[in-house]
């Protein structure tokens, strides 16, 4: 009653004034649940020799299976920590082996065929904000509802997912709702730091402005490859990321920039030195040796053209020497594509995406695989090298609700694992999706 007759007297005095503070709900705890099955087959194609970590020329059929609890509640003022315990199992095509640029992202996180229950994230953030410009954050998953400063620092702590923080686009970020080859998850040659789940204990702080954020994580690596043992010797074996992300708007429509750069520490096998002591069967598992680095940088851009159309690009290149640790052996790559939303065919909630991918590998990663050298995801005991490049379209249809989708999905191979003496490979796919 109050409110109503201070508006009255106000707005009778020609001042306005608004009570944003009471209006938006500052959310204790959220809950939410998401199911994603992919199934994928690949039809038969031309393969005169095919090495153990090849993918198989006949005909397959692989489905794979992830379901997330998201478990999020604020502290106190700034404070929110997350919980997010993880089920998955299934399969990828050939064992998730054989396309740099694999066909389902969703088998990053699949450890085995038997379904296995593990903590996918857990970790504390704090929030420091000043400044009178906010945004209104709504609930969603691990996102408590609420007002936000325009102008904060934040720092969070725990095992989290490096794409919770970092390379986000929004038309080509997330298997579960967009497109599904890993090369379109983020930067390709971004060799990001994760476990064989996707997922990595560290640090990560970013500093926020009304048009622009940089951010920067420092996490732990694996004592192996595609592992999930962390190595201790946390002085020799970490990363380094930081990120800037500009947001604008062209003729209306929003826009946003990131210029990403990493450099990765460890105990990692270097090409060069696996060829020269075994010329004939390299194996850069045997050459590894703390000291070994590698770097490399992202760009990545997307860029609404109408309220109901967008397009996307990203180009990455790492240096090549050492082996891939973390995420899929490509070294250079560029991504490309578009989505478009069904309003115009009165399905506001559907999206059609297309997108290519060219993936490539350094003059010493062609050398070490063509000398019969296998990394952990590609190797068919020879190669004739040629880009590896993919073609991949799909489309979302919200069966009931935005909370139940299909999205049918094709992907066209050339080069599988850079190899011009294999393929094309056709990869034909369903996924279905559940989230509230």
């Known amino acids: 009653m109050k409110k109503n007759l201070l508006l009255f007297i106000l707005s009778f005095a020609g001042i306005k004034i608004a009570f944003a503070q009471d209006t938006v709900k500052q959310e204790r705890t959220t809950f939410h649940f998401q199911e ?28 794979s299976l992830t379901t997330t609890f998201f478990a999020a ?51 504390f953030k704090q ?52 497109f599904m080859n890993w090369a379109l998850m983020g930067n390709g040659a971004w060799d990001y730091p994760a476990n064989t789940r996707g997922y990595v204990l560290g640090l990560t702080a970013e500093l926020g402005q009304p048009n622009w954020s940089v951010r920067f994580a420092f996490t732990m690596v694996t004592t192996q490859a595609n592992q999930s043992v962390w190595d201790a010797k946390i002085g ?48 850069v598992d045997s050459t590894q040796a703390y000291g070994r680095h590698k770097y490399g940088f992202g760009i990545n851009m997307d860029q609404y053209l109408t309220k109901n159309f967008g397009v996307f690009a990203r180009a ?18 560029i991504t490309f594509g578009g989505e478009l939303k069904g309003a115009n065919w009165s399905r506001p909630d559907d999206e059609i995406g297309l997108a290519f991918i060219a993936d490539g590998i350094s003059p010493s990663h062609r050398e070490y695989l063509a000398d019969g050298g296998y990394g952990f995801i590609i190797g068919d005991g020879e190669l004739n090298y040629g880009t590896e490049m993919i073609a991949e379209i799909y489309y979302k249809a919200d069966v009931y609700k935005k909370k139940f989708f299909l999205s049918p999905d ?27």
């Open 316 to 333: 990455s290149w790492n240096d090549g020497y050492n082996e891939t640790w973390f995420f899929t052996e490509i070294d250079r790559s």
């Open 236 to 283: 020799k074996a970490n990363t380094q990321t930081v990120e800037y992300e500009k947001r604008y708007e062209i003729g209306g429509q929003k826009g946003t920039l990131r210029l990403l750069g990493f450099l990765n520490n460890g105990k990692f096998g270097n090409y060069d030195l696996a060829i020269a002591q075994s010329p004939k069967a390299p194996n």
């Open 73 to 123: 509640a604020r502290l106190w003022k700034g404070a929110e920590v997350y919980f997010n315990p993880e089920l998955s199992g299934g399969a990828g095509l050939s064992s998730t082996l054989g396309v740099a640029g694999f066909p389902n992202g969703e088998t990053f996180r699949v450890g085995g065929v038997q379904n296995k229950i593990y903590i996918a994230r857990m970790y």
């Open 410 to 436: 094709y992907q066209f191979i050339i080069n599988p694992a850079y190899n011009k003496d294999r393929g094309p490979v056709n990869v034909f796919g369903i996924r279905a999706h559940v989230e509230f």
């Open 127 to 178: 929030n420091f904000e000043w400044g009178t410009e906010k945004d209104t954050i709504e609930d969603d998953v691990n996102q408590l509802a609420g007002l936000k400063s325009k102008r904060y620092f934040s720092v969070a702590v725990g095992k989290f997912g490096m794409a919770d923080f970092f390379d986000n686009n929004n038309f080509s970020h997330d298997p579960r709702s967009q």
């Open 36 to 63: 994603t099955i992919i199934t994928q087959n690949n039809l038969p194609f031309n393969a005169p020799y095919t090495g153990k970590n090849s993918l198989l020329p006949t005909t397959q059929t692989e489905t």
